[in-house]
């Protein structure tokens, strides 16, 4: 069990306004921000990000998605990280998603849902990594 996991504010989040909501819900769960940033991922950047679905047949859309805007990509840490996110964010789809949870909220639909969680501990890491230096995190 880590005390580390990634997010992403994905960009239709971004584009509505709702950085500030999302953080404020990750610092009422007590989460601790240790890295964060706001950028734009270019197509070959969101691609390399999402390898591990480049077989599925939604990945051009999702690499297309998510090179659209700008995003916030953070480190976070909490006593078992990667399930508390993975329950604050809800589920993938909005509609299936428990109220109260930032996806509930702030999601559009499956494809756009708001943010990006690390589905397990060694992914956490691999996603901290591919963003963050060890000099980026306090």
Excluded: C, W
């Excluded at 270019?42 to 077989?55: C, K, M």
Aim: aromatic share 10%; proline share 4%.
């Amino acid at each position: 069990m880590s005390t580390l996991t990634f997010t992403m504010i994905k960009p239709d989040a971004v584009r509505a306004g709702n950085i500030g909501n999302i953080l404020a819900m990750i610092n009422q769960a007590g989460f601790r921000i240790a890295a964060m940033k706001y950028l734009k991922l270019s197509e070959q950047q969101a691609g390399q990000f999402y390898a591990v679905h480049a077989h599925r047949p939604f990945y051009p859309e999702l690499v297309a998605f998510m090179s659209s805007g700008p995003i916030v990509a953070a480190v976070l840490e909490k006593e078992d990280a990667v399930a508390s996110f993975r329950t604050l964010i809800g589920a993938t789809n909005p509609a299936d998603a428990a109220e109260g949870t930032i996806r509930k909220l702030y999601a559009a639909n499956v494809g756009e849902n708001a943010v990006h969680g690390s589905d397990s501990d060694e992914n956490a890491q691999i996603e901290a990594n591919f963003f963050f230096s060890s000099l980026e995190r306090f």
